[in-house]
C-alpha cells in the first residue's frame, strides 16, 4: 500500500515569509509525528497527534510553529516569521495508534530559508 | 540535552563480515528501543526494535542486543551486505510516551 507522502519535496523561501508543509499518512494509521532533522543529527520530536488533537507538542521549538490535523488523517505544519535556523528536513510519520512504537516516516520536506 | 548518543559517526565493513553499531542512552526511564535505517533522499525505516523485558531480539540478518545496566544497546549485521550502505539511527521511548528520541547516526559502508 502507500506509504507516507509529504509535499513538497523542497522548499525555498525567504526569511520572514510564511510556509505550510502537508503530510499524508499512512491510511488508517491514528497516530502522526512530526520531527526535524538538521544536518548531522538524528530526528527530533517536535509534535504528535493522536486523532485529531495533539497529545504531545512539547517539542514545538516556539509559537511561530503551529501544525493541525482537523479531520484526522492529513496534517500541515505550518511556520510563521521563518528564520534561517529554521532551516532542516522536516519528516512526518504515522503508526497504527497508542500502544505501537513502530513509526513509518516519510521522505520528507527539505525547508531552506534564506 | 542528548540521551540518544551514537558515538561513532561511521563505520567501515568489508562485504560477509559483521558490522557491529553500538548506542548509549543516559534516561533510564527509556524501555522500548528501535533502529531505523536510513538511505539518502528517503526517509527512515523500521529495522529492529527490542523491549527493555529482553536482551537480545534477532530478525534475518540482524539482532540487537540490550545491556540494561550499562544502557547500551548494539545492533549486529551478519553478513553485511553492499546494500545495508546507509545511515542507522538509534531511537528509544518511554512507556506510553510514543514520541522517540533519536541518535545522531552512523553511517555504514560496505565494502566490496
Known amino acids: 500500500g502507500a506509504g507516507v507522502s509529504q509535499t513538497p519535496s523542497n522548499k525555498v523561501t525567504e526569511k520572514g515569509k510564511y510556509v505550510e508543509l502537508r503530510c499524508d499518512p499512512i491510511?488508517?494509521?491514528?497516530?502522526l509525528y512530526w520531527y526535524r532533522q538538521s544536518l548531522g543529527q538524528g530526528p527530533e520530536f517536535l509534535i504528535y497527534f493522536q486523532g485529531t488533537g495533539a497529545a504531545d507538542d512539547s517539542g514545538l521549538p516556539n509559537d511561530r510553529f503551529f501544525a493541525v490535523r482537523p479531520e484526522g488523517s492529513v496534517s500541515t505544519l505550518k511556520i510563521q516569521r521563518t528564520e534561517r535556523g529554521d532551516s532542516a528536513v522536516y519528516l512526518c510519520?504515522?503508526?497504527?495508534?497508542?500502544?505501537?512504537?513502530?513509526?513509518?516516516f516519510g521522505p520528507g520536506t527539505r525547508l531552506t530559508v534564506t | 540535552d542528548q540521551q540518544v548518543k551514537q558515538n561513532s559517526p561511521s563505520l567501515s565493513v568489508q562485504e560477509g563480515r559483521i558490522s557491529i553499531l553500538n548506542c548509549d542512552y543516559t534516561n533510564s526511564m527509556f524501555d522500548y528501543f528501535l533502529w531505523y535505517k536510513k538511505y539518502p533522499a528517503e526517509g527512515p525505516t523500521f529495522l529492529i526494535s527490542i523491549s527493555s523485558i529482553k536482551d537480545k531480539n534477532e530478525d534475518g540478518r540482524f539482532t540487537v542486543f540490550l545491556n540494561k545496566s550499562a544502557k547500551h544497546l548494539s545492533l549486529h549485521i551478519v553478513p553485511s551486505q553492499p546494500g545495508d550502505s546507509a545511515v542507522y539511527f538509534c531511537?528509544?521511548?518511554?512507556?506510553?510516551?510514543?514520541?522517540?528520541?533519536f541518535g545522531a547516526g552512523t553511517t555504514v559502508t560496505v565494502r566490496a
Open positions: 531511537a528509544a521511548s518511554r512507556p506510553n510516551d510514543y514520541k522517540l528520541s
Open positions: 510519520a504515522s503508526s497504527l495508534g497508542s500502544g505501537s512504537y513502530e513509526q513509518y
Open positions: 491510511s488508517g494509521h491514528t497516530a
